[in-house]
């Protein structure tokens, strides 16, 4: 299945590799959410653009600054800190460094798999663990599946858009997915439907319209 994923997505994905997907190399959530700020960290002593990027879209006190003020900022260990916190949904480092809890391997499996466009492996695994079509993220945002679809607000290296999505939100709904459920972002909750129409990713993959009939049907 072609998915549609923008160049900051890919880079990402490249510089973080496994890290991202090796959720089971950790015994908790704060263990591999400090792996990846420590490998963010790398990134900005190697100026990394897409690293940086992905800076600029989370940290609170670096919110759309371009590559050249970011380098110019001095950022510190502790910004790449703040920026995996505010990117996971938390407001400070401090909360991640509280979670001592395992990830729910097969929520994130889900995720993943949605991500890619792997239908076979949503029915699946929807049909193997129950209601699990309506678990929250463990992360501060407390994302749903119907979240994660809209590429709005969550993790960027996970805002990608697999062509058959709007057949996988479909299917999602089907199977009982709460439309009204709410994540907590930009300073407030919204339902997936709310986040939608200014995301621009689906447009830029040329489903938008098809996804948005999904969430009003």
Known sequence: MKVYKPKTVNELELFYGDLLFKIEDYK???????????????????KNEAVLKEISNYHWKHLGKPA????????TEEDCRQSIANEYGFRRWTEVAHIASPYNSV????????????????????SENGNIVNCKSPYGHKATLLHYAVSNGVELWRQKVPLNLPEIVAYLIEQGANRKAKMKVYGGEYMAAELLPSSAHPVDAGISKELRKQFES
């Not at 908790?28 to 190697?46: F, R, Y």
């Not at 050249?68 to 950022?75: E, F, I």
């Not at 949605?114 to 699946?124: P, Y």
């Open 28 to 46: 908790s959530i704060s263990d591999h959410l400090g792996e990846l700020s420590t490998k963010m960290w790398e990134g900005v002593q190697a």
């Open 68 to 75: 050249t003020l970011l380098l110019a900022a001095n950022l």
């Open 107 to 126: 929520f994130e499996a889900l995720v993943n798999a949605m991500l890619e466009g792997n239908f076979d492996t949503v029915k699946r695994l929807i």
